[in-house]
């Protein structure tokens, strides 16, 4: 089979690339590299500089050639390329006539994520409600204002109605998707490449991992999350240790992971995301999202190894103090965590599904 994705999010389709190939499919992968995280790919379409916009435009103009002849088209989100949301009918056109399928994947930031969010609120809680109650902070305002009644928020909704599937990655995106299109969703986890070193042994200080984008850190609740991570530490002094990476490349991010027992991630979230996921495959205990709805999901009876929190200082606090009472469980949720990646995310697992889901397609 012939596979072309497009775009990139936290590695999810350089991973997904990796197992496909290995299940002997041919794939190449469009992106930017998600901008500074420079994630692999095969034709790099940075945009870059003055005129950026103008000369990503005439760039991919010159590529449409190797656009074109593959069984399936996956974008990572209907903003595959970083150009107008206008001009991007144009190029959603031609890779829907002159390839086999397109599927859409609901990934991260779109128009049916912040919409049902605010209208339907299928979400106790998530990056743009409590309750009932609209988010009002500057970020969370800032993507409601980017994605509703917008050119990019209309392009969304053109291309979900249009493509052949929509794949999402999380419980939350999944949650968001399927009332509105339900013969279309399907769900698949994350992918992520298992590692099979045992976990770094606890040594009685408990080191805490936490990376910071400063553009989306009271959006992803990164503000609060620090916040809580240096009260413990100034109330534990010698038993906490706090890590911080801001804005890193990938290579540089995941090394730093390496010698950390746990990482704060993502304090609005139902389930551990892509970063979460890369520090549990390395043995580290996800302090953020793990609701119910997501072991449900995941038809995960036994594993509970996620650190579940809500999104308050004080609940982070709280999980923090409940762990350093009880080093016991640590080294277990670290062994769990592992098994939990292995179980519900390895890549080739991963893949497999992504295949069936192709092949169906295909047949129809």
């Known amino acids: 089979m012939r596979i072309l994705l497009l775009g990139e999010y936290s590695n999810v389709h350089a991973t997904l690339a990796k197992g496909l190939r290995r299940l002997g499919h041919r794939v ?49 989100n209907p903003m595959f390329f970083e150009i107008k949301a206008e001009r991007l009918y144009f190029f959603y056109h031609y890779l829907r006539r002159n ?17 049902e969010c605010i209208t339907r609120f299928p979400l106790r809680y998530s990056d743009f409600n409590f309750g009932t109650e609209i988010r009002q902070d500057r970020e969370a305002q800032k993507y409601i204002r980017d994605w509703i009644a917008t050119p990019k928020g209309d392009l969304c909704q053109y291309i979900a109605n249009d493509c052949d599937k929509i794949i999402t990655g999380l419980y939350e995106y999944w949650a968001c998707y399927k009332p509105v299109f339900p013969d279309k969703t399907a769900y698949c986890p994350f992918p992520i490449v298992p590692r099979d070193n045992p976990p770094r042994p606890f040594d009685g200080t ?20 620090l916040k809580a991570a240096q009260r413990i530490a100034a109330e534990y002094p010698g038993k906490v240790d706090l890590k911080l990476a801001e804005s890193l490349p990938f290579a540089a991010y995941t090394q730093c992971m390496d010698h950390a027992d746990a990482i704060l991630d993502q304090l609005y979230s139902y ?42 200082e004080a609940d982070v606090c709280r999980a923090l103090r409940r762990l350093l009472a009880r080093p016991e469980r640590i080294d277990v949720l670290k062994r769990e965590s ?4 292995r179980r519900h ?20």
């Open 28 to 76: 190449t992968v469009v992106s930017n590299g998600d901008f500074w995280k420079d994630y692999p790919r095969d034709i790099d379409v940075s945009r870059h500089g003055t005129f950026g916009g103008l000369r990503l435009y005439l760039r991919l103009l010159s590529l449409l050639p190797r656009l074109r002849g593959y069984d399936i088209v996956q974008l990572i």
């Open 206 to 225: 408990l080191r805490l991992f936490l990376g910071i984008n400063r553009e989306r850190s009271a959006y992803k609740g990164t503000d609060i999350m």
């Open 99 to 115: 390839n086999r399928r397109v599927v859409l994947g609901g990934f991260g930031m779109d128009y049916y994520w912040v919409h």
């Open 345 to 364: 995310h390895d890549y080739l697992k991963v893949a497999r599904r992504y295949i069936e889901i192709y092949e169906a397609l295909l047949r129809h």
């Open 271 to 312: 389930t551990p995301a892509m970063n979460a996921l890369e520090a549990m495959a390395r043995g580290l205990i996800c302090i953020g999202g793990g609701e119910e709805e997501h072991y449900a999901l995941l038809q995960e009876e036994t594993l509970r190894p996620i650190v579940n929190v809500r999104p308050s």
């Open 338 to 341: 592992m098994l939990y990646v």
